[in-house]
């Protein structure tokens, strides 16, 4: 990507349709939220990716669709919805 002058890695974790960012402090979005239990993306998971970037001098810009990210809320029985 470097050498193509493509430095950023942007990383849309999270969207409308499946929640699949592990969470520590609410298992549930995940849990409920993604696709399926062998489609998260554990934090482990992330930070190797983080690592494999920046060792090439890549930027990983993660982002949560915040607004998509409602059904799973709603799903979720940590939410109360």
Do not use: C, W
């Amino acid at each position: 990507m470097v050498q193509s002058k493509m430095n950023a890695f942007h990383f849309h974790i999270v969207d409308g349709q499946s929640f699949p960012d592990e969470s520590r402090t609410y298992p549930e979005l995940s849990d409920k939220g993604a696709y399926n239990k062998q489609d998260i993306y554990s934090q482990a998971d992330i930070a190797d990716l983080i690592e494999f970037a920046r060792q090439r001098d890549i930027r990983v810009l993660i982002e949560f669709d915040s607004s998509g990210t409602t059904n799973q809320m709603s799903e979720s029985a940590l939410f109360g919805l």
